[in-house]
């Protein structure tokens, strides 16, 4: 099926019905994002579970919650940290809102996942990414660095990176055993 328009807006995408499918909006196009997958579920939800646990209490650990990036793109990172101060009936958050943004890359949306999104979201201005590979289930930790692209935006530098044990200062300390969030 090929849509017809591609000029959409985040107000179109927050009038879609409660029951359609999981999208993004982005450039104005609506993507219908697959399933993922239950050994990319189980990463999710046991990294999200740690981040409950282990983050501070003036942040916030969330899963597959919207992201307003411009008025016509929107993404869902599978795992977000944001500040407490969120109303929680929000479903969409600004990137003001988010502190870490995370995507567990998958065999379908591998580019997206490791090149598009880190730079919508280092664009917009989000302080901390990272990207999880799973097999094995490795961590990359970036932070938003001074190194400008060629469209003048801001990109994220590698901190970290590891199979074992991600520690890091930022956002908060954090000492993660990466078997903590393996399958």
């Known amino acids: 099926m090929r849509q017809q328009r591609a000029d959409y807006t985040l107000e179109d995408l927050l009038a879609l019905p409660d029951d359609a499918p999981r999208v ?14 239950l050994g990319h579920q189980n990463i999710s939800s046991m990294l999200w579970l740690w981040l409950r646990n282990n983050a501070p209490p003036h942040l ?11 008025h016509n793109t929107s993404r869902q990172p599978d795992v977000l940290l944001h500040r407490a101060g969120v109303a929680s009936v929000r479903s969409i958050l600004r990137p003001e809102d988010v502190v870490l943004a995370v995507e567990i890359v998958s065999p379908g949306t591998r580019r997206i996942d490791r090149f598009a999104k880190p ?4 664009a917009s201005g989000i302080p901390f990414f990272w990207r999880i590979e799973q097999e094995p289930v490795h961590v990359y930790a ?5 190194r400008v ?8 530098e590698l901190v970290a990176d590891g199979a074992d044990v991600i520690e890091l200062t930022e956002p908060f300390d954090i000492k993660l055993p990466v078997a903590e969030i393996t399958p």
Not at 119 to 122: D, H, P, Q, R
Not at 142 to 146: A, E, F, L, P, S
Request: overall charge neutral; aromatic content about 8%; charged content about 20%.
């Open 119 to 122: 730079g919508e979201y280092a």
């Open 142 to 146: 970036y932070r938003i660095g001074d």
């Open 60 to 70: 916030r650990a969330a899963q597959a919650v919207g992201l307003r990036l411009s």
């Open 149 to 156: 692209g060629p469209g003048g935006e801001r990109q994220y």
């Open 24 to 37: 993004e909006l982005v450039g104005g196009v609506l993507q219908v994002t697959p399933s993922p997958t």
